[in-house]
């Protein structure tokens, strides 16, 4: 009986923690619930379904995720509002290089979409993209061919994120990849979540060039995931000079970098 009360007692605490937690990363994992709390994935399982009948959070597979309107951090909308003129910048200096017919592929995030506002009223060639953003502006430039990669929507982001992208993409080519990212330092580039690698990995592996797209903010946050590392990076567009630590990396790797 002893035993029976402390379990159920500490399920608050337990689904607390699991919002804590959430409200960080974004997703979560049953297994990493499991190993965090120190329970049985049965338990995670029985405290998500507590948390989902009352809204608080979105059953996935495999895990769980924060509902539209509980995102972790600052949403979509509100990063838009930030650095405006150096996100403008840097999508019309990105934009610059790609050629009329390319095949192109453009990340989430809100710097990466302001190469597809970037992109000219002419432009014929393709762009592959799993931003829901973009996908809204191509439909602004009919003469483009536009292929969506489909997946579960990740809303913080505006992204179809999963490993649907994984089927598609392995059938694609795109001369160069516009990549996002959380934040930037001289050991590579970084998102707040996991759940965003697949779609960002399925696209670096099919893009003959990857070019960097990060205002100077970037530069000095931090982000837990590792995306890869600077030597997969052909090209940084960025507005403002790089820290020294990442400069030297950036000059050993040969990477090009363009300030907007």
Known sequence: MSVQTSRYESAPRRRTQIMAA???AGFLSVAE??????????TVRRDLRQLAESHEVTLVHGGVSLPPGGVAGPGFAS???????????????????VQPGDTI????????????????AEFEGCVVTHSVPVLGHMLSRPRARVIGIGGELLHDNQALVGFAALDLTRRLRIRMLFLGAGAVDERGVYVRSEIELSAKHALMEIADEIVLVVDASKLTATAPVQVCGLD?????????????????????????????
């Open 22 to 24: 959430l409200r960080r």
């Open 33 to 42: 619930l499991s190993a965090q709390l120190g329970v049985s994935q049965m």
């Open 79 to 97: 990063r838009a509002q930030t650095h405006t003129q150096a996100k403008l910048a840097i999508g019309a200096a990105a934009a610059a290089l």
């Open 105 to 120: 592929g453009i990340d989430s995030g809100t710097t990466a979409a302001e190469v597809a506002h970037a992109l000219p």
């Open 232 to 260: 997969r990076i052909d090209t940084v567009v960025v507005d403002a000079p790089l820290p020294e630590a990442v400069a030297t990396t950036v000059r050993r790797n040969g990477i090009r970098v363009i300030t907007a």
